[in-house]
């Protein structure tokens, strides 16, 4: 049974995120859809999404110190997380990102 994120969530300051991915793979395609249906449906308005294909901005991971795709940094409000996977376990990225529930 795969559980319910509750809608309270509190977000305190719009999340900065740039999620790396290779391409269009099936993997990168999954991660990008489970991202923006995360945000769309509990951050409102409370984040900017940059997507980056680190084939064709290799020197942008480079610098960001990417070694594994797709990964998924939290650049604002600190501290900085970075997370890799495909972020199908909504309850598990809301919490790694830091966001906290109303209760």
């Not at 901005?57 to 900085?80: G, H, Y």
Request: some cysteine; proline content about 6%.
């Amino acid at each position: 049974m795969k559980k319910k994120i509750p809608e309270n969530i509190i977000v305190e300051n719009k999340l900065v995120l740039q999620l790396y991915v290779s391409g269009m793979s099936p993997k990168s395609m999954e991660a990008i859809e489970n991202i923006k249906q995360l945000c769309d449906e509990h951050l409102n308005e409370a984040f900017e999404l940059e997507i980056i294909d680190i084939y064709k901005n290799p020197e942008v991971a480079s610098r960001q110190q990417i070694v594994f795709s797709p990964s998924l940094i939290k650049s604002l409000p600190l501290p900085k997380k970075t997370l890799v996977g495909n972020f199908a376990d909504k309850e598990k990225v809301i919490k790694a990102l830091g966001i906290a529930f109303k209760n």
